[in-house]
């Protein structure tokens, strides 16, 4: 029922909406607690704030998105009546979907 010590570790933290702030300061009974840490910068990669609250401390947790090497549709446009023999170039496709370069192999 007393004023508690509140701090936090790897993140910020906002007490009844206020300024997010890091180090300690002091939470009432019924205040609310808010927490704020910054995402891992890899693919699939979890970041753990831990926030103590007198002595009772509690993780709160985020983890990145898995990486997406599947590009959405495309495709090239059929060339027909072409003389034999010809080096015939497709149409350009702007390839999308992804979150990094990729492998990028062609047959024939």
């Known amino acids: 029922n007393d004023a508690a010590p509140v701090s936090v570790e790897n993140g910020l933290f906002s007490i009844d909406g206020g300024a997010y702030q890091a180090g300690a300061a002091i939470i009432s009974n019924g205040q609310t607690l808010t927490v704020q840490l910054t995402a891992a910068a890899g693919f699939e990669q979890e970041a753990v704030a831990t926030v103590t609250v007198n002595e009772t401390a509690q993780g709160f947790s985020a983890t990145t998105q898995a990486q997406d090497i599947t590009p959405d549709a495309?495709?090239?446009?059929?060339?027909?009546?072409?003389?034999?023999?010809?080096?015939?170039?497709?149409?350009?496709?702007?390839?999308?979907?992804?979150?990094?370069?990729?492998?990028?192999t062609i047959e024939n």
């Not at 495709?75 to 990028?104: E, P, R, W, Y």
């Open 74 to 104: 495309f495709s090239f446009t059929a060339q027909t009546g072409v003389v034999k023999g010809a080096v015939i170039t497709s149409n350009t496709v702007t390839i999308t979907g992804i979150d990094n370069g990729v492998l990028l």
